[in-house]
């Protein structure tokens, strides 16, 4: 019995031996087909068909290169939460009528790295974000920013990811342009119902530093076969860029001071240089892309925050005298300074959204057919300037007023709007900002007092930064 007992012993102890061994070789054998052969990093939970058509998209038969007033999705939307909050938002965004366009960036503001190896890719949350642009049946566009680690001089692997904003806004290195192309075809494939591509994201990474200006000949070398490849996936595709900051500064001050000039400042030199370089050795484009604050570089918003969006009233002339009848877009816009963190909160909601309604009608004024507002959504109850309420809340979802402004706004001057002149009495005239078409005239008080004014031939009664809408 001893000697029977120690052989089944010494067998258990060999079969467990070599189960570990089983085990261990299993480990290896998963390891390195995580791997990319010569050590490129973990492959999990990536896979090689990142062309393979996501869902089941409904492809418009003619995409308009106007798409209309819109938002940015940033870091957290409405595609997640609390599922009768998300409901809400989706609701409320389907039942406008018409299609609300939407942004969402392949990496960042919401998505992960979408190739975090060559090759092997991971699309889950642009697959959510895109599956709730349908569901709301919005207008899908994606700006092709920013590039996955391994093509701007990092490590490649699915937990290697850096997400500081230092290497997020890194672009990608000049012999992994066609990757980066390659990837922006894998992404039109995918989702053939977004006929609309932004191509990068304010010039992020492309500065040249030893002759302090912009690298408009990397941007445009990049923006070429980004074109080029989507044309390829389908040449209905339209493509937009250069997508600068057109920044602004003091009206007295003359370094890099352009000659485009007004009581809000003057635009800075260096962004106009870009634009034209870019406009010029550009193989084509189905529409131009531009964003900017209408405060200066130093955050001064001049004369006052109201007069100071005349300047994106003179941004979109000045581009427009340069590309003729494309279609002009601004990607994104500001009217209120942020703080350190950029935060902006400094305001009520309703002198917010005055602003925002002045910045708008100067937009329009200066041509521009389609905006997109960044929307600085939160998870919390205090959110300033954000859409609608938190859907991580069970309450949540709930329309805000600046939701409210975008969906008015886009329903009454959508794309091939005709807008007509507005009688305001002489004295109300610095006191009140409006645009109209032959239906609707809006109405902003620009005081933060109680006023009444004489527009469009009758006399309205405005509360304090009041946004008002007249039919006609």
């Known amino acids: 019995m001893g000697r029977h007992r120690w052989f089944s012993e010494a067998r258990r102890w060999r079969l467990a031996a070599l189960l570990g061994v089983g085990l261990a070789v299993l480990a290896l054998v998963i390891t390195l087909i995580n791997t990319l052969p010569g050590g490129g990093g973990s492959t999990e939970g990536t896979t090689r068909d990142g062309d393979k058509v996501h869902g089941t998209p409904a492809v418009p038969k003619d995409a308009d290169p106007e798409v209309g007033w819109g938002f940015t999705h940033t870091q957290y939307s409405a595609d997640e939460g609390e599922e009768e909050a998300v409901e809400r938002v989706r609701a409320e965004l389907a039942g406008q009528g018409r299609p609300i366009p939407q942004i969402q960036h392949i990496m960042g503001w919401g998505a992960g790295n979408p190739e975090p190896v060559d090759g092997r890719y991971d699309f889950s949350d642009m697959d959510r974000r895109m599956d709730f642009v349908r569901a709301s049946k919005g207008t899908p566009v994606v700006t092709l920013c920013c590039a996955p680690d391994w093509m701007k001089g990092g490590e490649p692997g699915a937990e290697n990811t850096d997400w500081s904003q230092q290497a997020l806004e890194t672009a990608p290195e000049r012999e992994h342009y066609d990757d980066f192309a390659r990837l922006a075809a894998t992404v039109a494939k995918r989702y053939p119902d977004v006929r609309h591509f932004v191509v990068w994201n304010e010039f992020k990474g492309f500065w040249n530093n030893e002759e302090a200006r912009w690298d408009y000949e990397g941007y445009t070398e990049l923006y070429n076969l980004v074109y080029r490849e989507l044309k390829k996936v389908d040449k209905d595709i339209m493509v937009g860029g250069p997508y600068l900051g ?7 001050q003359t370094e890099n001071a352009s000659q485009v ?11 106009l240089d870009a634009f034209e370089y870019w406009n010029k050795h550009k193989k084509g484009a189905d529409f131009v892309v531009v964003d900017g604050a209408s405060y200066t570089a130093d955050d001064e918003m001049l004369p006052d925050e109201f007069k100071a969006t005349e300047k994106l009233t003179a941004v979109g002339e ?46 329009a004024r200066g041509g521009a057919t389609s905006g997109f507002y960044w929307n600085p959504q939160k998870r919390g109850a205090k959110c300033a300037g954000c859409l609608w309420t938190a859907t991580q809340q069970a309450d949540g979802g709930a329309e805000l007023p600046m939701l409210q402004l975008i969906e008015r706004f886009g329903k009454e001057f959508g794309p091939g709007t005709a807008y007509e002149k507005v009688t305001v009495a002489a004295d109300d005239r610095p006191h009140v900002r409006v645009l109209a078409d032959d239906e609707a005239v809006l109405v902003v008080n620009t005081r933060d007092r109680k006023i009444g004014a004489e527009v469009d031939g009758r006399r309205v009664d405005l509360a304090e930064y009041e946004v008002m809408w007249l039919k006609r």
């Open 246 to 252: 057109m920044d602004s500064i003091d009206p007295r």
């Open 261 to 271: 000039e007004g009581p809000w400042g003057r635009l800075d030199q260096r962004p």
């Open 318 to 363: 000045w581009v427009r005298e340069r590309t003729g009848d494309l279609p002009l877009w601004w990607a994104e816009y500001y009217v209120e300074p942020g703080d350190s963190q950029d935060n902006r909160d400094d305001w009520s909601e309703a002198h917010r959204v005055a602003v925002h309604a002045s910045g708008l009608m100067a937009i």
